[in-house]
């Protein structure tokens, strides 16, 4: 069994992946959230295929139901995801209900296939002959790339090809279609790209490999057709290996360098990568959200211009915080730099997680870090979760991250000659699997990410000298290491950012982390015009808001601020009602009171009119990915920081 | 010859608008904008009109051409607006061009206009049968105001009662349709309920009055319809005389207010009066921008929740900046209060004229605070002006307003028994009307808005003592007032705002009043977010801003911050390159330079990481106004303000 995203034993990585049955979450929050995506989340998906058309819309192309197609263009990339999201949970528990609809799924896409291999119920029921007529919008490739991407999961999962002949009928179609020349273009929408890739890796099949690299290599050119916002929009301005930066639609974007890096590596293309790299550099400098979350722009739900990271109109799609985690992977497999897997962490807590409901039911689509007292007051931005959207995208986005999450918590790698076992993701865990000619088995026990103690037990143990590497956080002010042997030394990271400990390891023993989760201030980059004078609260990975249901009664979390030398204390809670398990942050805080001036939110600097007011409250943040599940109140991850 | 609402004789107001004859603009920028009005934007708009297909579409309504509906579904209205901007044009000067497009397209329209009344090209044209059956969005009532305005303009400015005819057949057919009741509904977009109680104000026929206080009335019970955005966003989901914000469509909230304005004061309804006052306060306190500008959120063109007041993304529609001035004019003349007419200089010498180019030729749609250097690699802002647009509703919304200014510069009322002449905008003018019993004439000398000093000379005089009250900007730190006998005095506003000066005035005396013009730093209400640790730089009515053409060599627009203390010399030019007569300030400021913390825009307070740096640099302002003359690069309003 193996994960998303896994190179083909030739390709240019400096890590390797685990196979999926190697790692294993045994506790904490990443294992909860599997748990109720497998009890809730997914069960609810199904009904809404049911409940929205997706699957009515199939049949309908199969000929098996009448109707009129339902729903946006790209319906049948839900059903792909959900289908890719159930595969990757059946590989754990048997689960009668999820084994049932994908296999009947899959059956049902077999039947709608045309038999030339094509497959899109839109264009079959809606639009018959309008096949690649207007790709700039049409989703088409889209939706085999998700297609490709569910049968690669089913494969890899628990082995089941039904799908993957499918899949592969539409890839040969693909191939025929448009590997001899630009044809009918270039889909608006990128994703086939890495899931050719993926089912090249599968398959070997090194047409998918070809089609994947010339998708990639044609874009820049305006293939993508004419689209009202323009080339950029769609990615279509610059070729791949020159644009500087990432614009546009921010989950296109994100998908294109998820398959920009997978041919790089595939290919040993060292300028290709380069260029992903320096946009993933620019992209964290300057257009990164501090929850991770990505494209600012709700407009065209666009990366924003640099430093253009407003807190309230943030868009932050829940889609662009997991198509940023896997882009992230394929950098972190190719790179071995504990960077990619820092992004990973930050946009993993808090971001994506706080995009769906404790209970697992209900998501955002954006994700702001600010919800105003009034919000109910305007419209145009996505201001509460909902159990599904007319444009689904982001709920069986969530979904198939999660049902893998393990996947992204390990790697392997020979590090200066030594095979080195890297731990990127802190959580409980047990590991094990063949390393340096022998078997490897590690035991994580940890209260992360509440604590800061990282236990890791060597369970089993090849013979000889071996490394285990530990992503050391940037944000962990003092970290150390208890090793076997009793001493306790500043965990150092290398220029990758690893700690690294060789030795000749033996099983019983065990290396102890100790990560710094001591409450820490942020404060922004001066070119971040909308979070000057603003302080955020952090704990560990963990991005900390304001939310109004732990206020002091009169304290409106419009009004808070924090005081220059402000310092938190910690409040455990075993079951916050609503939101489960958390630790609390409380200090001692400031109410402000402005001053209008001639009625206006505005006044001169020295001038006759009243100055600002202040007095003191107390303060409590909680955890940003537990927001927004008690009621309807304000919220504020960024507050004013303001001296005395 | 009458301006732009005129409240009849027995409307309850506290002050008259003069006659349009009464008033001349002789110089200044004001009567610079109405000259490139007449003479370059009102030729293009005649231009545009036939390009985009307006005219065409009602020769098509009117059999005389063939082929298909062009535009959007409110075409017609550019054609009404442009009509109304000719009419306040053609009292002044002859102009040939200009009375023949008149003529010729006022007999279009009757010839275009339906037996029963009904003109609309759209519905006539592309959606025959289709009349009132979705009123939410299909703007007939909207198009119905502006013809009516446009015909009302016509009336009062030349005498010219050809348009007038076919407005009053439309409006008497659509009194027969939803005078009986709520009928077909309430249009989407507000307009007709002005437009309806200037057309009674013209006619005296009460009917118009009625209809309009009954869509005023029906607002606010889901008559509109439904709508993506809610009930909300077409200002239907509380009763006028209950609302107590503003929210959703900005311009169809500020042209809803304006009718409100118009039946309250017809109508002698104080509660109604009230109810619009407390929502301009409310707006005013809290999504106001320092420009003026209105309807911060560009997704749905909405008001944004109190306090969203982005610098970057601020859309501030043009035709919201022109229907904010509106309102409080009718305001104004209601209460008599200064504080309106401090709100519309503050919009027209900012919001409302930086949307039009200096040359006359473009227009800003959204007018933002802030343009980044790289604002051409996102999309969804309009982030430079164009000649003309699709929904091309602002360029015609600017030569409306600009063709009747001089209407807003003063007013008569009978101030604590005395009559009294009030003056709320300065300009060189020449003012002359019957008063007192007798007549009046003013002469207005001044350099004003580069220089303070306004010097009012007595050209004719009634009989007995009467007042001059000039209104005291709330910005004039220190005014003073040179009376005819020499003296200078404090001018110390009343409690309506104004200076009042009540004695027996001879022709020939003179009355200087010297307002401060002294630089300002002005600061944000704390709860404004998006502000926060900034200064923004205002001399007399001008908000100023800093483009990247004024800068030294190197220093970057975006690095750009003010020091604490910070004083600014003016520096006068007769005619800079691109942008003319102007006074730009220059002051010691600083550059700011960031640090990045494990790559991201953000660092810890006071961790091991890089502080900010900051170098002296000199940094130069250019009114907001005249900004974006010189070519595409970056401009800020607001920057930061750092002590030391």
Redesign the interface.
């Known amino acids: 069994m193996e994960g998303p995203a896994v190179p083909s034993p030739g390709a240019r990585t400096a890590h390797r992946p685990l196979r999926l049955e190697h790692a294993e979450l045994t506790g904490g929050p990443l294992r909860q959230w599997q748990d109720v995506n497998r009890r809730v989340s997914l069960p609810l998906a199904v009904g809404w295929l049911e409940k929205a058309g997706n699957l009515r819309n199939l049949r309908i192309a199969a000929g098996e139901a009448d109707g009129e197609f339902r729903g946006p263009v790209y319906m049948d990339s839900d059903v792909h995801k959900v289908l890719e999201s159930a595969a990757w949970h059946l590989r754990e528990v048997p689960d009668e209900a999820l084994a049932d609809f994908a296999g009947r799924t899959a059956l049902l896409l077999e039947r709608a296939q045309q038999d030339d291999g094509y497959l899109d119920s839109h264009y079959q029921v809606a639009a018959p002959g309008r096949r690649y007529a207007q790709l700039v919008d049409s989703h088409e490739l889209y939706c085999a790339g998700h297609l490709i991407q569910a049968a690669v999961a089913a494969r890899r999962s628990s082995g089941d090809t039904k799908l993957l002949a499918v899949a592969r009928r539409f890839a040969d179609h693909l191939a025929d279609v448009f590997l001899p020349g630009p044809g009918p273009g270039l889909d608006g929408h990128p994703e086939v790209e890495t899931a050719l890739v993926e089912l090249y890796r599968v398959t070997g099949e090194e047409r998918y490999l070809e089609l994947s690299a010339a998708f990639v290599e044609r874009r820049g050119h305006g293939l993508v057709g004419r689209h009202k ?2 080339t ?2 769609r990615q279509d301005h610059l070729p791949v290996r020159t644009a500087p ?1 990432l ?2 639609h921010a989950v296109r974007g994100l998908y294109l360098e998820a398959g920009v890096v997978d041919v790089a590596v595939e290919t040993g293309d060292e300028e290709l990568l380069a260029a992903s790299v320096a946009r993933w ?1 620019d992209m ?3 257009k ?1 959200s ?1 929850t991770g979350g990505l494209g600012s ?4 739900e ?12 943030s868009y932050n799609e829940t889609c662009a915080s997991a198509a940023s985690i896997q882009w992230s992977w394929r950098l972190l497999l190719a790179t071995g730099e504990a ?1 990619y897997a ?1 992004l990973i962490e930050r946009t993993l807590y808090n971001a994506f997680s706080a995009a769906r409901s404790t209970d697992g039911r209900t998501y955002y689509k954006g994700n702001p870090l ?1 919800r ?4 109910a ?5 996505p201001r509460c979760r909902d159990e599904w959207f007319f444009s689904a995208c982001c709920p069986p986005a969530v979904t198939r991250l999660v049902a893998s999450l393990e996947h992204y918590a390990a790697t392997v790698s020979e590090h200066a000659g030594v095979p080195t076992f890297h731990l990127h993701q802190y959580a409980p865990m047990e590991l094990a699997c063949p390393f340096a000619g022998g078997r490897l088995g590690l035991r994580v026990e940890t209260d992360y990410p509440w604590h800061g103690r990282v236990a890791i037990t060597i369970t089993e143990a090849p013979a000889g000298p071996f490394a285990l590497a530990l992503r050391i956080p ?2 962990s ?1 003092r970290t150390t290491l208890e090793t076997p042997d009793g001493a306790r030394l500043d965990a150092a990271p290398d220029e990758h950012g690893y700690a690294v400990v060789s030795r000749d390891w033996r099983a019983g023993e065990q290396l102890v982390l100790h990560l710094d989760l001591t409450p ?17 609260v952090e704990r560990g990975p963990l991005v900390y808001c304001f939310e109004q249901a732990d206020q002091e009664e009169g304290a409106e979390v ?2 808070l ?1 924090l005081p220059l030398g402000v310092a938190f204390e910690e409040v455990e809670h075993a079951d916050l009602a609503g939101v489960g398990r958390t630790v609390l942050l409380r200090a001692a805080g400031l109410a ?17 009119y009243a100055e ?1 007011s202040r007095c003191r409250t107390s303060v409590t943040a909680v955890p940003y990915f537990q927001w927004d599940n008690r009621g309807d109140g304000a919220m ?1 991850v ?1 507050v ?2 303001v001296s005395g």
Chains 1, 2 share one sequence.
């Open positions: 916002h323009g950029m929009h930066t614009t546009g550099e964290t400098a300057a990164t501090l722009r709700q407009v065209g666009v990366f924003g211009e640099r430093y253009e990271l407003p807190p309230d109109l960077r820092d600010t105003r007292p009034d919000h007051e305007a419209v145009g931005d940037p944000w002010a820490r201030l942020t404060v922004p980059h001066p070119r971040i015009d909308a979070l000057r004078g603003s302080a955020a419009d009004d601020a402000l009171g402005g001053a209008h001036e001639a009625g206006l939110p505005y006044r001169t600097h020295g001038g006759p600002d504020r960024w004013p920081f």
